[in-house]
């Protein structure tokens, strides 16, 4: 049980840098650290420490919580943090049902794939 989670934890490092485009040399320059060191925390032979684990937030845009697999949210909104068309938004898909979020949330990702 421990492994899995552990294994788990080591991946989403992996797929992180992968989505960067980015290679474990690269990524062992940007965090100071060796080539050896990259591998092993993308096979789960060692966790990053704490100032790593900052290093790898900031450089993935992503928070602590997530690179650890400690949550599925990549970036939580910090309370007071929306501004009101945000808030707005939020409201309204409170009051849909299921299949009006999926289909409000399909849209948004649509909006978003054409940006990229």
């Known amino acids: 049980q421990r492994n899995d989670i ?5 991946n989403r490092i992996r797929e992180l840098r992968l989505e960067k485009g980015i290679t474990q040399v690269r990524l062992s320059m940007e965090l100071g650290v ?7 925390y993308e096979v ?10 900052m290093k790898l937030s900031e450089l993935f845009n992503a928070s602590m919580d997530y690179i650890m697999n400690r949550s599925d949210v990549r970036n939580p909104v910090k309370e ?37």
Do not use: C, V, W
């Open 6 to 10: 552990f294994m788990r934890k080591a």
């Open 80 to 116: 007071g943090s929306l501004n009101s068309d945000e808030t707005r938004i939020i409201t309204y898909y409170r009051t849909f049902d299921k299949t009006e979020q999926l289909r409000s949330l399909a849209y948004i990702q649509g909006l978003s794939d054409s940006h990229k």
């Open 44 to 53: 789960g032979k060692h966790l990053p420490s704490l100032t790593t684990l």
């Open 34 to 40: 060796t080539q050896e060191t990259i591998s092993a």
